[in-house]
Protein backbone atom coordinates (compact mmCIF):
# COMPACT_ATOMS: atom_id res chain seq x y z
CA UNK A 1 0.00 0.00 0.00
CA UNK A 2 1.48 3.25 -0.95
CA UNK A 3 2.11 5.97 1.76
CA UNK A 4 -0.93 8.26 -0.23
CA UNK A 5 -3.41 5.29 0.34
CA UNK A 6 -2.10 5.17 4.07
CA UNK A 7 -2.74 8.79 4.37
CA UNK A 8 -6.19 9.01 2.74
CA UNK A 9 -7.33 6.05 4.52
CA UNK A 10 -5.57 7.77 7.86
CA UNK A 11 -8.04 11.17 6.78
CA UNK A 12 -10.75 8.94 6.06
CA UNK A 13 -11.16 7.03 9.63
CA UNK A 14 -10.73 10.36 11.60
CA UNK A 15 -13.65 12.00 10.10
CA UNK A 16 -15.95 8.97 9.94
CA UNK A 17 -15.20 9.12 14.07
CA UNK A 18 -16.03 12.97 13.71
CA UNK A 19 -12.24 13.80 14.12
CA UNK A 20 -10.19 17.01 13.05
CA UNK A 21 -6.40 16.03 13.36
CA UNK A 22 -2.23 16.03 13.37
CA UNK A 23 -0.34 12.76 13.28
CA UNK A 24 3.29 12.94 12.66
CA UNK A 25 5.50 9.17 12.74
CA UNK A 26 9.01 9.57 12.69
CA UNK A 27 11.90 6.62 12.74
CA UNK A 28 14.40 8.33 15.56
CA UNK A 29 17.14 6.84 14.08
CA UNK A 30 17.13 7.53 10.07
CA UNK A 31 14.45 10.89 10.32
CA UNK A 32 11.84 8.88 8.23
CA UNK A 33 8.84 10.43 8.77
CA UNK A 34 4.90 10.20 7.82
CA UNK A 35 1.90 12.32 9.07
CA UNK A 36 -0.46 14.82 7.58
CA UNK A 37 -1.00 18.22 8.89
CA UNK A 38 2.37 18.17 10.84
CA UNK A 39 3.04 21.97 11.26
CA UNK A 40 -0.58 23.22 12.16
CA UNK A 41 -0.34 24.40 15.83
CA UNK A 42 -2.75 22.71 18.68
CA UNK A 43 -3.38 24.14 21.99
CA UNK A 44 -1.16 21.73 23.74
CA UNK A 45 -3.63 20.85 26.84
CA UNK A 46 -1.62 18.56 29.52
CA UNK A 47 1.38 18.18 26.96
CA UNK A 48 2.81 21.22 28.31
CA UNK A 49 4.01 19.19 31.15
CA UNK A 50 6.52 17.33 29.59
CA UNK A 51 8.83 20.80 28.58
CA UNK A 52 7.97 21.83 32.12
CA UNK A 53 9.56 18.77 33.32
CA UNK A 54 12.55 19.38 30.70
CA UNK A 55 13.07 23.00 32.33
CA UNK A 56 13.00 22.09 36.01
CA UNK A 57 15.54 18.69 35.45
CA UNK A 58 17.76 21.32 33.40
CA UNK A 59 17.51 23.51 36.07
CA UNK A 60 18.38 20.34 38.82
CA UNK A 61 21.16 19.28 36.49
CA UNK A 62 23.14 22.80 37.04
CA UNK A 63 22.31 22.80 40.02
CA UNK A 64 19.72 25.53 40.69
CA UNK A 65 17.40 23.96 42.34
CA UNK A 66 17.57 20.83 44.63
CA UNK A 67 15.51 17.95 43.72
CA UNK A 68 15.25 17.05 47.47
CA UNK A 69 13.68 20.34 48.44
CA UNK A 70 10.09 20.03 49.86
CA UNK A 71 7.39 22.77 48.43
CA UNK A 72 4.60 23.54 50.24
CA UNK A 73 1.17 22.74 47.70
CA UNK A 74 -2.38 23.67 48.53
CA UNK A 75 -5.32 21.34 47.93
CA UNK A 76 -7.29 21.72 44.92
CA UNK A 77 -10.20 20.69 46.27
CA UNK A 78 -11.60 19.80 43.07
CA UNK A 79 -14.70 17.79 42.75
CA UNK A 80 -15.59 17.29 39.25
CA UNK A 81 -14.39 13.92 36.89
CA UNK A 82 -10.96 13.90 35.81
CA UNK A 83 -7.90 15.80 37.38
CA UNK A 84 -6.02 13.37 39.30
CA UNK A 85 -3.76 13.71 42.49
CA UNK A 86 -3.09 16.82 44.64
CA UNK A 87 -5.78 18.30 42.08
CA UNK A 88 -8.26 16.71 44.22
CA UNK A 89 -6.62 16.39 47.69
CA UNK A 90 -8.84 18.14 50.91
CA UNK A 91 -5.59 19.50 53.03
CA UNK A 92 -2.58 21.00 52.28
CA UNK A 93 0.49 18.68 51.31
CA UNK A 94 4.75 18.81 51.85
CA UNK A 95 6.13 17.26 48.65
CA UNK A 96 9.89 17.31 47.27
CA UNK A 97 10.60 18.43 44.09
CA UNK A 98 11.72 15.87 42.42
CA UNK A 99 8.10 13.92 43.43
CA UNK A 100 6.06 16.66 42.21
CA UNK A 101 7.80 15.56 38.83
CA UNK A 102 6.47 12.48 39.00
CA UNK A 103 2.95 13.75 40.10
CA UNK A 104 2.92 16.33 37.16
CA UNK A 105 4.26 14.11 34.41
CA UNK A 106 3.08 10.79 35.27
CA UNK A 107 -0.26 10.79 36.78
CA UNK A 108 -0.69 14.64 34.82
CA UNK A 109 -1.22 16.71 38.14
CA UNK A 110 -2.13 19.91 37.62
CA UNK A 111 -2.04 21.38 41.12
CA UNK A 112 1.71 19.85 40.87
CA UNK A 113 2.21 20.91 37.85
CA UNK A 114 1.67 24.76 38.86
CA UNK A 115 3.72 23.97 42.15
CA UNK A 116 6.73 23.24 39.89
CA UNK A 117 6.07 26.61 37.54
CA UNK A 118 5.98 28.57 40.86
CA UNK A 119 9.70 27.52 40.64
CA UNK A 120 10.23 27.72 36.87
CA UNK A 121 7.84 30.18 35.55
CA UNK A 122 6.04 29.57 31.92
CA UNK A 123 8.58 32.54 30.68
CA UNK A 124 11.45 30.53 32.07
CA UNK A 125 10.11 27.02 30.86
CA UNK A 126 9.93 29.03 27.15
CA UNK A 127 13.57 30.34 27.45
CA UNK A 128 14.97 26.62 28.08
CA UNK A 129 13.43 25.07 25.19
CA UNK A 130 14.93 28.28 23.04
CA UNK A 131 18.37 27.24 24.80
CA UNK A 132 18.06 23.37 23.72
CA UNK A 133 16.70 24.40 20.47
CA UNK A 134 13.72 22.98 20.54
CA UNK A 135 11.54 24.84 18.58
CA UNK A 136 7.71 25.40 17.85
CA UNK A 137 6.36 24.72 21.49
CA UNK A 138 4.88 27.86 22.91
CA UNK A 139 4.62 28.53 26.78
CA UNK A 140 2.24 30.98 28.13
CA UNK A 141 0.34 30.08 30.76
CA UNK A 142 -0.02 27.31 34.49
CA UNK A 143 -1.69 24.21 34.17
CA UNK A 144 -4.27 25.49 36.50
CA UNK A 145 -5.20 28.04 34.17
CA UNK A 146 -6.66 24.77 32.01
CA UNK A 147 -9.17 24.22 34.82
CA UNK A 148 -11.26 27.85 34.19
CA UNK A 149 -12.93 27.02 30.98
CA UNK A 150 -17.21 26.32 30.33
CA UNK A 151 -17.00 23.09 31.01
CA UNK A 152 -16.13 24.25 34.87
CA UNK A 153 -18.91 26.60 34.89
CA UNK A 154 -21.30 24.61 33.49
CA UNK A 155 -20.99 21.48 35.52
CA UNK A 156 -21.15 18.25 34.49
CA UNK A 157 -24.61 17.89 33.82
CA UNK A 158 -24.00 20.59 30.99
CA UNK A 159 -20.65 18.95 29.87
CA UNK A 160 -22.58 18.68 26.03
CA UNK A 161 -23.36 22.60 26.30
CA UNK A 162 -19.29 23.43 26.94
CA UNK A 163 -18.16 21.24 24.21
CA UNK A 164 -20.66 22.55 21.88
CA UNK A 165 -19.11 25.51 22.59
CA UNK A 166 -15.31 24.76 22.32
CA UNK A 167 -16.17 22.49 18.64
CA UNK A 168 -18.23 25.66 17.09
CA UNK A 169 -16.87 28.77 18.03
CA UNK A 170 -13.71 28.30 16.34
CA UNK A 171 -12.61 30.56 13.96
CA UNK A 172 -11.00 29.84 10.09
CA UNK A 173 -7.62 30.87 11.88
CA UNK A 174 -7.46 28.78 14.96
CA UNK A 175 -8.71 31.80 17.24
CA UNK A 176 -11.15 31.07 19.87
CA UNK A 177 -13.29 32.34 22.47
CA UNK A 178 -12.21 30.21 25.37
CA UNK A 179 -8.54 31.87 25.52
CA UNK A 180 -7.03 28.09 26.74
CA UNK A 181 -8.54 26.59 22.99
CA UNK A 182 -6.94 29.79 20.68
CA UNK A 183 -3.45 28.88 19.67
CA UNK A 184 -2.32 32.91 19.85
CA UNK A 185 -3.18 32.77 23.66
CA UNK A 186 -2.79 28.83 24.63
CA UNK A 187 0.05 26.98 25.64
CA UNK A 188 0.42 25.26 21.61
CA UNK A 189 2.99 23.26 19.51
CA UNK A 190 2.63 21.13 16.28
CA UNK A 191 2.98 17.94 15.82
CA UNK A 192 6.36 18.55 14.25
CA UNK A 193 7.07 20.45 17.20
CA UNK A 194 6.60 18.01 19.91
CA UNK A 195 7.95 15.15 17.88
CA UNK A 196 11.40 17.40 17.81
CA UNK A 197 11.04 17.53 21.20
CA UNK A 198 10.54 13.92 21.49
CA UNK A 199 13.38 13.02 19.29
CA UNK A 200 15.43 15.32 21.83
CA UNK A 201 14.66 13.46 24.96
CA UNK A 202 15.42 10.04 23.35
CA UNK A 203 18.73 10.83 21.40
CA UNK A 204 21.74 12.86 21.83
CA UNK A 205 21.22 16.46 21.96
CA UNK A 206 21.39 19.43 23.57
CA UNK A 207 19.25 18.09 26.55
CA UNK A 208 21.17 17.04 29.23
CA UNK A 209 21.64 13.19 29.61
CA UNK A 210 20.07 13.36 33.33
CA UNK A 211 17.73 15.26 32.28
CA UNK A 212 16.09 13.36 29.17
CA UNK A 213 16.80 9.61 31.52
CA UNK A 214 14.23 11.06 33.56
CA UNK A 215 11.68 12.39 31.57
CA UNK A 216 12.03 8.93 29.22
CA UNK A 217 11.25 7.23 32.76
CA UNK A 218 8.22 9.47 33.59
CA UNK A 219 6.83 9.32 30.70
CA UNK A 220 7.32 5.46 30.66
CA UNK A 221 5.55 5.57 34.23
CA UNK A 222 1.93 7.44 32.44
CA UNK A 223 -1.01 5.97 34.17
CA UNK A 224 -2.76 7.32 31.19
CA UNK A 225 -2.64 4.58 28.98
CA UNK A 226 -6.40 4.27 27.43
CA UNK A 227 -5.58 6.26 24.16
CA UNK A 228 -2.60 4.87 22.07
CA UNK A 229 -1.12 2.69 24.70
CA UNK A 230 -3.49 -0.39 23.59
CA UNK A 231 -1.96 -0.21 20.02
CA UNK A 232 1.75 0.38 20.88
CA UNK A 233 2.14 -1.96 24.16
CA UNK A 234 3.41 -5.75 23.86
CA UNK A 235 5.57 -7.84 25.54
CA UNK A 236 8.36 -6.69 22.57
CA UNK A 237 7.74 -2.98 22.76
CA UNK A 238 7.46 -0.08 25.23
CA UNK A 239 5.41 2.46 24.92
CA UNK A 240 6.09 5.87 26.76
CA UNK A 241 4.22 8.60 26.39
CA UNK A 242 2.20 11.67 28.03
CA UNK A 243 -1.66 12.35 26.93
CA UNK A 244 -3.60 16.08 27.14
CA UNK A 245 -7.22 16.44 27.21
CA UNK A 246 -9.27 19.63 27.45
CA UNK A 247 -12.77 19.70 25.91
CA UNK A 248 -13.34 18.45 22.40
CA UNK A 249 -8.95 17.72 22.53
CA UNK A 250 -7.14 14.67 22.41
CA UNK A 251 -4.11 14.42 22.30
CA UNK A 252 -1.15 11.78 22.65
CA UNK A 253 3.03 12.17 21.82
CA UNK A 254 4.89 9.40 22.90
CA UNK A 255 7.66 6.88 21.72
CA UNK A 256 7.65 3.17 21.08
CA UNK A 257 10.80 1.45 21.74
CA UNK A 258 11.08 -2.42 19.67
CA UNK A 259 13.07 -5.08 21.31
CA UNK A 260 14.74 -4.62 17.90
CA UNK A 261 16.32 -1.35 18.81
CA UNK A 262 13.98 0.35 16.17
CA UNK A 263 12.20 3.32 18.07
CA UNK A 264 9.48 5.60 16.79
CA UNK A 265 8.73 8.97 18.09
CA UNK A 266 4.28 9.23 17.61
CA UNK A 267 2.46 11.87 17.76
CA UNK A 268 -1.19 12.35 17.78
CA UNK A 269 -3.39 15.69 18.20
CA UNK A 270 -7.27 15.46 17.70
CA UNK A 271 -10.29 17.75 18.24
CA UNK A 272 -13.49 16.02 18.22
CA UNK A 273 -16.48 17.41 16.17
CA UNK A 274 -18.59 15.26 18.63
CA UNK A 275 -20.00 17.52 21.74
CA UNK A 276 -19.81 14.51 24.24
CA UNK A 277 -17.33 13.82 27.09
CA UNK A 278 -16.69 10.00 27.34
CA UNK A 279 -15.77 9.11 23.42
CA UNK A 280 -14.04 5.23 23.74
CA UNK A 281 -14.59 5.27 20.27
CA UNK A 282 -12.39 8.52 19.35
CA UNK A 283 -9.63 7.40 20.93
CA UNK A 284 -9.73 3.49 19.68
CA UNK A 285 -9.87 5.46 16.30
CA UNK A 286 -6.51 7.70 17.64
CA UNK A 287 -4.72 4.64 17.93
CA UNK A 288 -5.47 2.75 15.12
CA UNK A 289 -4.56 5.52 12.37
CA UNK A 290 -1.07 5.92 14.72
CA UNK A 291 -0.57 2.33 14.61
CA UNK A 292 -1.17 2.43 10.79
CA UNK A 293 1.42 5.23 9.64
CA UNK A 294 3.83 3.72 12.06
CA UNK A 295 3.62 0.24 10.18
CA UNK A 296 3.97 1.30 7.56
CA UNK A 297 6.68 3.26 8.07
CA UNK A 298 8.33 0.45 9.80
CA UNK A 299 8.10 -1.76 6.65
CA UNK A 300 10.75 0.59 5.17
CA UNK A 301 8.52 2.54 2.93
CA UNK A 302 9.63 6.24 2.10
CA UNK A 303 8.88 9.20 4.28
CA UNK A 304 5.72 11.24 2.98
CA UNK A 305 4.09 14.57 4.35
CA UNK A 306 0.26 14.46 3.52
Known amino acids: MSATTVVRDARDLLDEAGLDGAFLVRDLDTGAEIGFDTDTPYPMASLVKVPLAVAVLERIARGELDPAAPVDVLPGRITTPGPTGLSRFRHPARIAVDDLLYLSTSISDSVAADALFELVPPTAVATELRRLRVDGITVRHRAGDLADTPAERL?????????????????????????????????????????????????????????????????????????????????????????????????????????????????AFTASRVPAVAQPGSEATMAQVARSLHDHLRTGALPWWG
Do not use: C
Not at 180 to 191: I, W
Open 155 to 267: GPDHAHLAHSLAIGAATPGQGHPVAQLDVTRANAGSARAFADLLHALWRPSAIQEATAARVRALMGENLHRQRLAPDFTSDASRWSSKTGTLLHLRHEAGVVEHADGRSYAVV
